[in-house]
């Protein structure tokens, strides 16, 4: 059932959102030390009206990834931008901890300098 609320409100930010932007940021555990790290627990995402925080650490350990298709299709789209901060580390570690290949992302920082 999560994972249909997941799935309606994807969709329902991406039928709202202007120009097929997101906002994007993942967050995870701290790593303590230089050998150490840790799996990106949370996924977050933005819309001018929807805001979906999404711990996806116990969903993909526990769920078949079809249960989460909507998140992965949308993260794997190149023509829907995701931006944010800071993102190398973020694509990084999707691909690394969940064998997502991020696409379709813009980091600020770039912009910024």
Not at 49 to 64: A, E, P, R, V
Request: hydrophobic share 40%.
């Amino acid at each position: 059932m999560v994972y249909d609320l997941i799935a309606f409100f994807i969709k329902k930010m991406l039928a709202e959102c202007k120009d097929n932007v997101i906002g994007f940021d993942t967050e995870w555990k701290p790593n303590y030390n230089k050998d150490q790290c840790n799996p990106i627990s949370i996924i977050q995402l933005s819309s001018n009206d929807l805001c979906l925080i999404i711990h996806i650490s116990n969903m993909l350990q526990w769920t078949k990834r079809e249960e989460l298709k909507t998140l992965i299709d949308l993260l794997e789209n190149p023509y829907i931008l995701k931006v944010g901060v800071g993102l190398s580390e973020d694509i990084i570690g999707l691909k690394r901890d969940y064998s997502i290949d991020c696409k379709g992302f813009h980091d600020n920082i770039l912009t910024c300098k």
